[in-house]
């Protein structure tokens, strides 16, 4: 059974004075395997931050299902939902989301503090993950006093500190530069190498190219994917750049 299930997805808006209605998915189905690193990628207006938003259970679908480890959290009670959220998904935002008076390290320990885990436990978890993303020396720093890329790998632990069934990153290197870009992809890349599932939504072709499998959105559904198999990251690179310029010239799946 695959990790994650995205069964006939679709999601229709209302306009502000209900007068129109926006169809943002039609009819997206895929799943991912647990272990899996996959990028999502589409123009703006394509569907996927919709997408994103409702397999992080911040939005629901008007129809079709979600299934998570074999559990539709679609039909999850309200109350119910963020212990969900916080129980098995980690997320990766663009803009890091860290609260400038907390420092990384009380940053980082916030789902466990929701989770109402004890300090010792915390402790216990924190260490190997800074340790592991290199940022065992910052942990007692504030947001405003790091960099870019500092703040972004406090986020990374953030997500992993929950021991998450999936990481859900939304343009997790649109704020940094190309060098702290690369070093968060290193990172993801040897995150993923631990069993870690990752789903990645991007703009960022360098970015997807890091990942094993790449989803193409167009027009609210899922129009072609790439599979890396043997492929280097420059041939997928290659292969996701094609790939774009076929989507924007109104090529066929």
Known sequence: MS???????????STRFGGNKVEALKNVNFTVEEGEFVAIMGESG?????LLNI?????????GSVLLDGKDFSKLKEAEV???RRDNLGFVFQEF???????????????????DRNHKEMSEKIE???QRLGISDLLKKYPYEVSGGQKQRAAVAR???TNPKIILADEPTGALDSKASDELLSLFKEVNKTGQTILM????????????????????EVFHQIYRGEDTNEQLYQKISDTLTMLQTGGER
């Open 82 to 84: 963020a212990t969900f």
């Open 55 to 63: 397999l992080a259970a911040l939005d629901s679908a008007t129809a």
């Open 159 to 161: 997500a992993l500190i």
């Open 97 to 115: 989301n860290l609260l400038d008076t907390f420092s990384l390290e009380d940053n980082i320990y916030l789902p466990l503090v929701l989770a």
């Open 201 to 220: 939504v991007t703009h960022s072709v360098k970015a997807a190219s890091v990942a094993s499998r790449v989803l193409f959105i167009k027009d609210g």
């Open 128 to 130: 190997p993950i800074a």
């Open 46 to 50: 394509s569907g996927k931050t919709t």
């Open 3 to 13: 990790l994650l299930e995205v069964k006939n997805l679709k999601k229709i808006y």
